[in-house]
């Protein structure tokens, strides 16, 4: 297998490391440099369980190929909080009890904060619309959409 020298920096820090063509930024993160914040839920870009912010933007991890993202940020659910302090808007889904399970928890929160940081005080549909792409079993939703809601800045 060709394998190529990509840089990454993820969450702030630079990384060199050498990946097979075909490697998926998702088993890169995961598997190289231990960040199992994005789950594999469907491998087809459905789930939203892999999401990470790609230059800011919400991207699912399990379609991209490493190679694609060679010099680009990315911030995983491990680069949200600060030091001891959660980030303001994981502390939203802890006080409004937007997760029960976890699994979808991470690509929600990045969704949340992606939209939040382009959008200071959206709207209900708004929310709904950033976070379409992540699928949650337990929830409804509901708290979800309070917990980030309750970040709007007015």
């Known amino acids: 297998m060709k394998k190529s020298i990509v840089r990454l920096n993820v969450n702030g820090e630079t990384y060199e490391l050498r990946v097979d063509h075909n490697a998926l930024l998702l ?29 800011g ?15 680009r940020k990315i911030t995983t659910i491990e680069g949200l909080a600060d030091s001891d302090r ?26 949340g904060k992606s939209l939040l940081d382009r959008e ?3 709207d209900e549909g708004e929310v709904r619309e950033a976070i379409e792409g992540n699928l949650c079993r337990c929830t409804g939703y509901t708290k979800i959409v309070e917990a980030i809601l309750s970040l709007s800045k007015e």
Do not use: S
């Open 86 to 111: 959660l980030h303001p808007v994981q502390q939203a889904f802890v006080e409004h009890g937007a997760m029960q399970c976890g699994f979808c928890t991470p690509g929600m929160v990045l969704a």
């Open 57 to 71: 933007a919400p991207v699912n991890a399990c379609l991209i190929l490493a190679v694609q993202v060679d010099g």
């Open 120 to 122: 200071p005080h959206p």
């Open 27 to 55: 088993n890169v993160l995961r598997d190289q440099l231990g960040l199992t914040g994005a789950k594999y839920g469907c491998g087809l870009g459905k789930c939203g369980a892999c999401t990470v912010l790609l230059d």
